[in-house]
């Protein structure tokens, strides 16, 4: 890797100082568009990261490839066709949108100061490009900034992996900031509750609210992992900024795959549970996505209020991700400008 240039604007090719401050947004990922074709290799990259499924290579492969990959890329297809936008996948249309409004948001802050990049873990733009492309714009210090809110090893703990693996490949790696969660940062839970809030002054209120975060295997955090300590610590904050008892909001946990016992209680079961104990009406909000996707549009808004219907509610009501709202904009622009503090472009002390 070349020695990134000091002596011009990258922005504008002209002489003057680069743009030295980074900021490195991740999201998940997402396939090129809703078929098995591009599901596979999606697929292939995601379930192989040893810190989605961690065991052994010999056990796992053989499944992976001989079965899953044979089978899965169809069923997940169907899943992606039903929210496919004709911009594309909904995860990277809305995060695309955030990356923009968020570089608007801190340009307005503070001008020329910050240089945004958007990458996904699996699939493209990759962590690996993005990097070397904010180095070859002169930058020298990152921030890397994972979209998830609560740390888990099988999301956040990927990421760092990936940055690893970018850096250890760098001549002149650049000075690195990482943060490693925001479950209970007050302005990401002053933004839910503001998003729902308004949602619920728009459309009425429910019956009950329902916090779906998606899942890990219980095992996962036996061994350690904090996710489900930080997912009832958000749920917690916004039930107290809400004003709600335990018995107006709920937290359920979703997506889970395998025959391992996942985090407790399902969504799948706990909407059905509700459905028969008389809810007529279910408000869901999924504060584990920064960003709507296959598992808040397809999983929660279609799969999940099927269940509900089917077991005798009325509407299940899925209230959406914070997505390029203002709130989000605001909240994540004060968490880069905290986490910057003390760098020199970054203009804070």
Not at 48 to 55: A, L, M, N, P, S
Request: proline content about 8%; glycine content about 8%.
């Amino acid at each position: 890797m070349p020695r990134p240039r000091t002596d011009i604007d990258p922005a504008t090719g002209h002489d003057g100082p680069p743009v030295q401050t980074g900021v490195l947004l991740v999201n998940l990922g997402t396939p090129d568009a809703p078929t098995a074709r591009a599901l596979r290799p999606y697929l292939a990259e995601f379930l192989g990261d040893r810190r989605v499924i961690d065991y052994p290579r010999w056990r796992w492969w053989p499944i992976l490839h001989g079965v899953i990959l044979r089978i899965r890329p169809r069923r997940s297809a169907h899943a992606y066709a039903r929210i496919w936008t004709p911009q594309g996948s909904p995860l990277r249309v809305y995060s695309e949108a955030l990356a923009a409004a968020l570089q608007a948001e801190l340009d307005r802050r503070r001008p020329g100061t910050f240089r945004l990049a958007l990458a996904m873990r699996y699939g493209q733009p990759s962590v690996r490009a993005q990097i070397e492309r904010l180095q070859r714009e002169g930058v020298r210090h990152l921030l890397v900034l994972p979209l998830y809110p609560q740390y888990s090893a099988t999301s956040t703990g990927s990421v760092i992996d990936a940055v690893a693996d970018t850096l250890k490949t760098l001549r002149w790696p650049p000075e690195l900031r990482l943060v490693n969660d925001y479950h209970d940062d007050p302005g990401h839970i002053e933004a839910l509750a503001a998003r729902i809030e308004r949602w619920w002054a728009a459309n009425g209120r429910g019956d009950r609210l329902l916090l779906s975060f998606h899942g890990i295997p219980e095992r996962y955090a036996r061994e350690g992992d904090p996710y489900p300590d930080q997912c009832h610590a958000t749920a917690r904050l916004l039930r107290r900024r809400l004003g709600l008892d335990e018995t107006q909001l709920l937290t359920s946990f979703q997506s889970r795959v395998g025959r391992e016992t996942w985090l407790q209680p399902y969504t799948d079961a706990t909407v059905r549970r509700l459905a028969g104990e008389g809810v007529r009406r279910l408000d869901v909000a999924c504060p584990g996505f920064a960003v709507d996707c296959l598992e808040t549009l397809e999983e929660i808004a279609l799969q999940n209020r099927d269940f509900f219907l089917a077991a005798g509610g009325e509407a299940l009501r899925y209230i959406p991700a914070l997505n390029d709202g203002p709130e989000q904009v605001a909240s994540l622009a004060a968490l880069v400008w905290r986490h910057t503090q003390g760098w020199p472009s970054a203009g804070g002390a």
